[in-house]
C-alpha cells in the first residue's frame, strides 16, 4: 500500500483505491494474530512483579544445560561435592546450607578464565613470527617480562588473527547472568527436576559459553553454517550440534527444518516473496528429483534478488539509495555499483544480517556463484554437492526469514501507531474473550 496512507486518511485511500481492500484484508489475516499475541505477551510480562521475572529468566537460563551434559559430568567428585550440600540443604529445609554454593560458582568461573588465559598467552607466543619470537626469548632471558608482555601484546593490537582478548574469545559471557542464589531449598522443592542442572551449572559454569567460545585455541573449530544454525537452534541444541557435526541424522533434520521454514516463509504477503513464491516452489520440487545443477542456479538468482528486494525494505527505514546511487554508510559518501557484494558490504544493509552470513556470501558464496552460473561447476562432478545444496537452502532460508522479520516489525509499528494504549488493551481484552 501507499507510504503515504495513515490511520486518519485510510478510509478516503481506499474509497479511492478499491483494489487495495484485498491487499488490506490480506495483510490484516497474516499479521494481527502475531500481533495482538506479542502484545498480550508483554502485557502479562508487564504485570509480573520483578522477582517473578528474574526467577523466569533464571529458569530459562536452566535450559542451556542439557542431560547429555549432566551425565558427562555428574560422576566427578566435584559435581558429587556440590550436589552433596544442595541434597543436606534439601533434607534439613536449611537455605543457610547453600550459602557457600555462591562462592564456589565464582571460583569455578575464575579457575576457567585462569586456565584460558594461560592456554591463550602459551598460544600467542607459539604464533609470533621467528624475528619477534627470538626479540620477546631475549627479553625473558634478561628477566624484562613486562616488556616481553607488552612486545606480545602489540604485535597482535593490529593483527589480522583471532582475537587473543580473553573477554572476546569467549564471546558473550552467559555465566555472568546465572545466579545460584535465586534457586533456594523452597524454589528446588517445587520442581526437584532443576536441582541435576542446578548443580551442573555451578560446576561447570562453561556450559553457558557458545560453542565457539575460544576458537584461538582450536583451529579445528569451524563450525559449518555457524551463522545460520546458531540462530536457528536452541542454546542446548547447538552445544549438541557442535559436538556431533558429522551426524548425518542431524544434518537430514536441519534441512528438513530449513524446507519446512521456506514453505512456511512463502506465505508471507510481502509481495517480493509473494512474486517468487511458485519459482521457490520449483527449486524445491527439482531438488527432490535431484535435479541439482539446475536448483543451485535458480538459488543463486533466487538468493541475490530477495537481497536486493531486502534493501528496498531496509530503505524504508535507513538510507540506501539516492537518485540511482548507493549510500556509504562508513564514509558518508555515494557511489554508483550494481555489485550485490558492494551493498551489503557497504551500505546500512549490512547492519540488518548476520555477521557470518556476511562473510559467507560475500566471499564464498559469491566467488562460486559465478562459476554455477557460467557451467564452470557442476554437481555431478563435486563430491560434496549434496552439502553444498543444503548450504543455499539455508542461506534461502535466512533470507526469506530476514526480509519477513524486518517487513513484519514495520507492520507490527504501523498497528501500534493507528491504536491508542488504552484502545490496545481493550482489543487485546476482547480478542482473548473469544
Same mark, same amino acid.
Given at each position: 500500500?501507499?507510504?503515504?496512507?495513515?490511520?486518519?486518511? @485510510?478510509?478516503?485511500?481506499?474509497?479511492?483505491?478499491?483494489?487495495? #481492500?484485498?491487499?488490506?484484508?490480506?495483510?490484516?489475516?497474516? =499479521?494481527? #494474530?502475531?500481533?495482538?499475541?506479542?502484545?498480550?505477551?508483554?502485557?502479562?510480562?508487564?504485570?509480573?512483579?520483578?522477582?517473578?521475572?528474574?526467577?523466569?529468566?533464571?529458569?530459562?537460563?536452566?535450559?542451556?544445560?542439557?542431560?547429555?551434559?549432566?551425565?558427562?559430568?555428574?560422576?566427578?567428585?566435584?559435581?558429587?561435592?556440590?550436589?552433596?550440600?544442595?541434597?543436606?540443604?534439601?533434607?534439613?529445609?536449611?537455605?543457610?546450607?547453600?550459602?557457600?554454593?555462591?562462592?564456589?560458582?565464582?571460583?569455578?568461573?575464575?579457575?576457567?578464565?585462569?586456565?584460558?588465559?594461560?592456554?591463550?598467552?602459551?598460544?600467542?607466543?607459539?604464533?609470533?613470527?621467528?624475528?619477534?619470537?627470538?626479540?620477546?626469548?631475549?627479553? @625473558?632471558?634478561?628477566?624484562?617480562?613486562? @616488556?616481553?608482555?607488552?612486545?606480545?601484546?602489540? #604485535?597482535?593490537?593490529?593483527?589480522?588473527?583471532?582475537?587473543?582478548?580473553?573477554?572476546?574469545?569467549?564471546?558473550?559471557?552467559?555465566?555472568?547472568?546465572?545466579?545460584?542464589?535465586?534457586?533456594?531449598?523452597?524454589?528446588?522443592?517445587?520442581?526437584?527436576?532443576?536441582?541435576?542442572?542446578?548443580?551442573?551449572?555451578?560446576?561447570?559454569?562453561?556450559?553457558?559459553?557458545?560453542?565457539?567460545?575460544?576458537?584461538?585455541?582450536?583451529?579445528?573449530?569451524?563450525?559449518?553454517?555457524?551463522?545460520?544454525?546458531?540462530?536457528?537452534?536452541?542454546?542446548?541444541?547447538?552445544?549438541?550440534?557442535?559436538?556431533?557435526?558429522?551426524?548425518?541424522?542431524?544434518?537430514?533434520?536441519?534441512?528438513?527444518?530449513?524446507?519446512?521454514?521456506?514453505?512456511?516463509?512463502?506465505?508471507?504477503?510481502?509481495?517480493?516473496?509473494?512474486?517468487?513464491?511458485?519459482?521457490?516452489?520449483?527449486?524445491?520440487?527439482? @531438488?527432490?528429483?535431484?535435479?541439482?545443477?539446475?536448483?543451485?542456479?535458480?538459488?543463486?538468482?533466487?538468493?541475490?534478488?530477495?537481497?536486493?528486494?531486502?534493501?528496498?525494505?531496509?530503505?524504508?527505514?535507513?538510507?540506501?539509495?539516492?537518485?540511482?546511487?548507493?549510500?556509504?554508510?562508513?564514509?558518508?559518501?555515494?557511489?554508483?555499483?550494481?555489485?550485490?557484494?558492494?551493498?551489503?558490504?557497504?551500505? #546500512?544493509?549490512?547492519? =540488518?544480517?548476520?555477521?557470518?552470513?556476511?562473510?559467507?556470501?560475500?566471499?564464498?558464496?559469491?566467488?562460486?556463484?559465478?562459476?554455477?552460473?557460467?557451467?564452470?561447476?557442476?554437481?555431478?562432478?563435486?563430491?560434496?554437492?549434496?552439502?553444498?545444496?543444503?548450504?543455499?537452502?539455508?542461506?534461502?532460508?535466512?533470507?526469506?526469514?530476514?526480509?519477513?522479520?524486518?517487513?513484519?516489525?514495520?507492520?507490527?509499528?504501523?498497528?501500534?501507531?493507528?491504536?491508542?494504549?488504552?484502545?490496545?488493551?481493550?482489543?487485546?481484552?476482547?480478542?482473548?474473550?473469544?
Amino acid at each position: 500500500m501507499n507510504n503515504n496512507v495513515t490511520p486518519s486518511n @485510510i478510509k478516503e485511500h481506499l474509497k479511492n483505491n478499491p483494489d487495495e #481492500h484485498e491487499v488490506l484484508k490480506e495483510h490484516l489475516n497474516y =499479521y494481527f #494474530h502475531d500481533w495482538i499475541s506479542n502484545k498480550k505477551k508483554y502485557q502479562t510480562l508487564s504485570a509480573l512483579p520483578k522477582g517473578d521475572v528474574e526467577f523466569l529468566f533464571q529458569a530459562i537460563l536452566l535450559t542451556c544445560i542439557s542431560e547429555d551434559e549432566i551425565n558427562m559430568y555428574k560422576d566427578y567428585d566435584g559435581y558429587k561435592a556440590i550436589k552433596e550440600i544442595y541434597l543436606n540443604a534439601l533434607r534439613d529445609e536449611n537455605n543457610e546450607l547453600l550459602a557457600q554454593i555462591p562462592s564456589i560458582y565464582a571460583c569455578n568461573i575464575e579457575s576457567i578464565k585462569n586456565s584460558h588465559e594461560d592456554s591463550l598467552n602459551k598460544l600467542k607466543y607459539t604464533k609470533l613470527p621467528k624475528k619477534k619470537k627470538e626479540q620477546v626469548n631475549t627479553l @625473558i632471558n634478561e628477566n624484562k617480562h613486562e @616488556i616481553a608482555d607488552k612486545v606480545i601484546n602489540e #604485535h597482535y593490537k593490529n593483527s589480522a588473527n583471532a582475537s587473543f582478548n580473553i573477554e572476546d574469545n569467549l564471546g558473550s559471557l552467559g555465566w555472568d547472568f546465572f545466579d545460584p542464589k535465586v534457586f533456594t531449598v523452597e524454589t528446588l522443592k517445587s520442581n526437584l527436576t532443576w536441582l541435576e542442572q542446578v548443580v551442573c551449572a555451578v560446576y561447570n559454569p562453561a556450559l553457558f559459553l557458545a560453542p565457539n567460545a575460544g576458537n584461538a585455541l582450536n583451529d579445528t573449530l569451524n563450525l559449518p553454517c555457524e551463522w545460520y544454525l546458531s540462530v536457528k537452534l536452541s542454546f542446548s541444541e547447538y552445544k549438541d550440534f557442535a559436538r556431533k557435526t558429522t551426524n548425518t541424522i542431524q544434518w537430514n533434520s536441519y534441512y528438513n527444518s530449513a524446507i519446512q521454514s521456506i514453505r512456511e516463509q512463502v506465505k508471507s504477503p510481502v509481495s517480493s516473496i509473494k512474486n517468487r513464491k511458485s519459482l521457490i516452489e520449483e527449486v524445491l520440487e527439482s @531438488i527432490d528429483r535431484k535435479m541439482y545443477q539446475s536448483a543451485l542456479i535458480v538459488l543463486f538468482t533466487l538468493i541475490e534478488g530477495l537481497l536486493w528486494e531486502l534493501s528496498y525494505i531496509i530503505n524504508k527505514e535507513k538510507k540506501i539509495y539516492h537518485e540511482g546511487k548507493l549510500f556509504d554508510n562508513d564514509n558518508n559518501c555515494y557511489f554508483e555499483s550494481t555489485r550485490i557484494r558492494d551493498m551489503l558490504e557497504r551500505t #546500512h544493509a549490512k547492519d =540488518y544480517l548476520n555477521e557470518g552470513f556476511l562473510k559467507y556470501f560475500c566471499k564464498e558464496l559469491y566467488e562460486e556463484r559465478n562459476h554455477v552460473l557460467h557451467g564452470k561447476k557442476l554437481c555431478e562432478k563435486c563430491n560434496e554437492f549434496a552439502m553444498c545444496v543444503m548450504y543455499k537452502i539455508f542461506t534461502l532460508d535466512y533470507v526469506l526469514v530476514t526480509i519477513n522479520t524486518n517487513y513484519e516489525r514495520g507492520i507490527f509499528e504501523a498497528f501500534d501507531k493507528a491504536l491508542e494504549k488504552e484502545n490496545i488493551t481493550e482489543l487485546i481484552a476482547a480478542y482473548f474473550k473469544q
